[in-house]
């Protein structure tokens, strides 16, 4: 059984920064996702990428102030965050593919982490 396990989150003010890893039980070939949800919200797309590293995929709202990367070495993915704003308050998880590229639609996901809080103030 794949364990992904977050961490990073907390309270920072709007504009700070924060910046999440997900560490994974084994190695893995498979593309990875960052997801949010937000209270009352359905859980939305942040960013992806794929196995090697290479492309990432992020939603559009986030393009410029996100960014994914890996280190396969580490089996850890990270999510830096800046330029945060209130609306980004949700908890953030991780997941792990079914394909060696990352998704946009969480049903290509198969491993989900526990999720990590973040709060933006205003």
């Known amino acids: 059984q794949v364990q992904l396990v977050e961490s990073g989150g907390g309270l920072v003010q709007a504009g700070g920064s924060l910046r999440l890893s997900c560490v994974a039980s084994?190695?893995?070939?498979?593309?990875m996702g960052w997801f949010r949800q937000a209270p009352g919200k359905e859980r939305e797309f942040a960013a992806a990428?794929?196995?090697?590293?290479?492309?990432?995929d992020y939603a559009d709202s986030l393009k410029g102030r996100f960014t994914i990367s890996r280190d396969n070495a580490k089996n850890t993915v990270y999510l830096q965050m800046n330029s945060l704003k209130p609306e980004d308050t949700a908890v953030y998880y991780c997941?792990?593919?079914?394909?060696?590229?990352?998704?946009?639609?969480?049903?290509?996901?198969?491993?989900w982490g526990q999720g990590t809080q973040v709060t933006v103030s205003s």
């Open positions: 997941a792990r593919s079914l394909y060696r590229i990352g998704g946009r639609e969480p049903r290509s996901y198969i491993y």
């Open positions: 990428i794929d196995w090697s590293g290479g492309t990432a």
């Open positions: 084994g190695r893995s070939f498979s593309g």
